[in-house]
C-alpha cells in the first residue's frame, strides 16, 4: 500500500510542477491578447477562450498537487487546538462526509460531459471559432480523479494516524 501511496503522491508532485510551465503560457497568452488588443487595436476571438482554457488546466490539475501539500483553506477556529490524532480523525470523518460525496459527484458530471462532448463532437459556442470542448472536458475530469486519488492517499494516512498515533509513511 505505500507503494501505491507514494505512486499517487508522485504523480501529484510531477504533475504540480509541470503546471509552472502552464501558469507561463498563461502568462504570455494574456500578454499577446493585451498586445492584440490595446495596442494593435487588433482583438483575436482565439485568444480570450485560450485564457479561459488555460485557466482552467492550471486549476483543476493543481487540486491534487495543492492537497498533497496541505495547500487547501481550512476553518482552523478548533482544528488548530487539536492534537495530530484528532485531527487525523476529524479530517477521517470529513473526508466522507464531504470530500466523497461531493468529489463523486464532481466525477460522475464531469465523466458524463466528457462522454457527451467525445460522442456529439460538441464545440463551444462561446466564440465563431467554435473550438471542440472535449480537450478541456477530459482534462477537467482527469484533474478531478487525480484530486480524488490524493484525497483517498491522504485518508488512507490519517485512518493509519487515528488508530496507531504514528504516521504511515
Known amino acids: ?5 507514494k505512486l499517487i503522491d508522485s504523480i501529484s508532485e510531477f504533475v504540480g510542477q509541470q503546471l509552472r510551465y502552464v501558469v507561463l503560457f498563461l502568462v504570455l497568452v494574456i500578454c499577446a491578447e493585451v498586445v492584440m488588443r490595446y495596442g494593435l487595436n487588433r482583438p483575436t476571438i482565439q485568444l480570450p477562450v485560450i485564457q479561459t482554457w488555460t485557466g482552467t488546466v492550471l486549476y483543476v490539475l493543481a ?3 495543492v492537497h498533497l501539500h496541505k495547500g487547501h483553506v481550512r476553518v482552523d477556529v ?4 487539536f492534537a495530530d490524532r484528532w485531527k487525523a480523525v476529524v479530517d477521517s470523518i470529513l473526508w466522507f462526509v464531504f470530500f466523497l460525496p461531493a468529489i463523486g459527484v464532481l466525477i460522475y458530471t464531469g465523466y458524463e460531459w466528457a462522454e457527451y462532448a467525445l460522442r456529439t463532437g460538441e464545440r463551444s459556442t462561446i466564440t465563431y471559432w467554435y473550438p471542440p470542448t472535449a480537450p478541456i472536458r477530459i482534462v477537467v475530469l482527469t484533474g478531478l480523479v487525480l ?10 494516512r490519517d485512518l493509519y494516524f487515528a488508530v496507531r498515533n504514528q504516521p504511515y509513511d
Not at 78 to 81: D, W
Open 1 to 5: 500500500m505505500r507503494r501505491v501511496l
Open 63 to 65: 487540486f491534487s498537487y
Open 78 to 81: 478548533l482544528y488548530a487546538r
Open 147 to 156: 484530486f480524488f486519488l490524493q484525497g483517498f492517499a491522504t485518508l488512507i
